[in-house]
């Protein structure tokens, strides 16, 4: 009987260490999302250290070269990383408060070293002029790359419409 419960406990034991294994990429991946959003979002009052701070967060979040194709977003190309940074930056200053929040994140792993991810996030906006308010639901669909550090980084961030109003 003792035999027994030494086996159940082995698979009980070497299934859950599967599990965590398994399940290592993609926490590390929603961590990427969930650190991008933070990068990006702008309490009221932010000062330019801070600002300077989130930016050189995001910098180390991108891939070097980033496709973007959102709706509504003026600039869709492919860029550099540096680009969508200054970007990011000078779009943040018409801005008095910007949230994001990472509400869900499904990541299939293509192979060791590329991921696709489709993340719903909460985007909520209020411009420093008070005539843009922005309070929505948008889902997106990610490639994501592993980079040298062995940090998954985004290379693309591409609108997806499943979740419209």
Do not use: H
């Not at 599967?18 to 399940?23: G, M, R, T």
């Amino acid at each position: 009987m003792k035999k027994y419960i030494e086996i159940g406990l082995a698979v009980v034991v070497l299934g859950f260490l599967a599990y965590y294994f398994f399940q290592g990429e993609t926490r590390k991946v929603r961590k990427q999302f969930v650190a991008i959003a933070n990068a990006v979002s702008k309490p009221s009052g932010e000062g330019n250290i801070a600002m300077g701070v989130k930016m050189a967060t995001l910098a180390n979040l991108l891939n070097d070269t980033v496709v973007i194709s959102i709706k509504d977003f003026p600039f869709n190309s492919e860029m550099p990383a540096d680009e969508l940074v200054s970007l990011a930056s000078r779009g943040r200053t018409y801005f008095d408060y910007m949230e994001i929040t990472i509400l869900d994140v499904e990541t299939e792993f293509t192979s060791k070293t590329t991921a696709v991810s489709r993340c719903a996030a909460k985007v909520r906006t209020r411009s420093k002029t008070g005539d843009y308010n922005y309070d929505e639901v948008r889902e997106f669909t990610s490639d994501l790359v592993k980079g040298e550090n062995k940090k998954w980084l985004f290379a693309s961030f591409k609108q997806d419409d499943l979740l419209k109003k």
